[in-house]
């Protein structure tokens, strides 16, 4: 699909918006997954690991059932909140002025917070899930160490992925392209839009993006990207009038 030069520019502004979203978050989170990681180290390397362990029939308690957990989970949700309200609020900026040079304006205000609320009960995702993954994963990992022979540096290897860069550039991707069709939903609603195209780009993947961009038109309350493609889909929504022309 070759867009029209306006929403060429459109879609490059939204990519460098959504660019600069993952770039806060991993500002944001990748600080916080390292100090996790050098915290559960220290942990881990006290003496008597498997003794303690044994105690507990494997598992992982003592150091989760106190606050330090917790108190992570909610300070790395409420960082991500803060990077994804930036992000959402660059990809409004963009489409107000998108719509302001067809002389449109939207009905009301885009609550940004409101917009991740919006995201988290559209998809059931929680923001706080990623925290709690990172601590059920922990205690999974332990868990099969412990019933293994392989010594603690082999176990503190194996976790360094789930606190790792590769991580948090996963997540800002996955939840910076959410809450970005988020925004774009509640642009369609803002300005009375019922039909959309998908935009797969020159650059989208044959197996997924590009077949389910050839079943275009779709309408307000279809499945977007990435919920319908894959991880760090970079697919985008174009906007229909009532005819399904582009707007």
């Known amino acids: 699909m070759t867009l029209p030069m306006r929403n060429t520019t459109r879609r490059n502004k939204i990519r460098a918006a959504q660019s600069e979203g993952r770039a806060k978050i991993m500002r944001a989170v990748l600080p916080l997954l390292k100090r996790r990681y050098a915290a559960l180290k220290r942990e881990l390397r006290r003496a008597n690991l498997r003794k303690r362990l044994a105690?507990?029939?494997?598992?992982?308690?003592d150091?989760?059932?106190?606050?330090?957990?917790?108190?992570?989970?909610?300070?790395?949700?409420?960082?991500?909140?803060?990077?994804?309200e930036f992000g959402i609020g660059n990809i409004w900026a963009v489409e107000t002025e998108f719509f302001a040079t067809r002389g449109k304006t939207a009905q009301g205000q885009l609550d940004w917070r409101e917009v991740v609320?919006?995201?988290?009960?559209?998809t059931g995702i929680k923001i706080k899930n990623i925290g709690t993954d990172t601590l059920?994963?922990?205690q999974k990992m332990i868990a099969e160490w412990y019933k293994t022979d392989a010594g603690l540096p082999?176990?503190?290897e194996k976790l360094t992925p789930l606190f790792g860069e590769a991580r948090a550039e996963l997540i800002a991707y996955t939840e910076m392209s959410f809450v970005a069709s988020e925004v774009f939903l509640q642009t369609m609603k803002a300005y009375g839009i019922g039909l959309w195209n998908w935009d797969a780009g020159p650059d989208a993947c044959a197996e997924i993006?590009?077949?389910?961009?050839?079943?275009n038109p779709y309408k307000v309350g279809d499945e977007m990207p990435p919920e319908k493609s894959h991880p760090k889909c970079m697919c985008g929504c174009v906007y229909l009038d009532e005819n399904g022309d582009e707007i």
Not at 55 to 61: A, E, N, P, Q, R
Not at 75 to 81: E, I, T, V
Not at 117 to 122: A, F, I, K, P, V
Not at 209 to 215: G, K, S, T
């Open 154 to 156: 082999e176990l503190i």
């Open 63 to 84: 150091d989760v059932d106190d606050n330090a957990w917790d108190d992570w989970i909610d300070a790395f949700s409420n960082a991500l909140r803060d990077a994804l």
């Open 136 to 138: 059920t994963s922990t």
């Open 117 to 122: 609320d919006n995201y988290e009960t559209r």
């Open 55 to 61: 105690k507990m029939d494997g598992l992982y308690k």
């Open 209 to 215: 993006c590009q077949p389910i961009a050839a079943e």
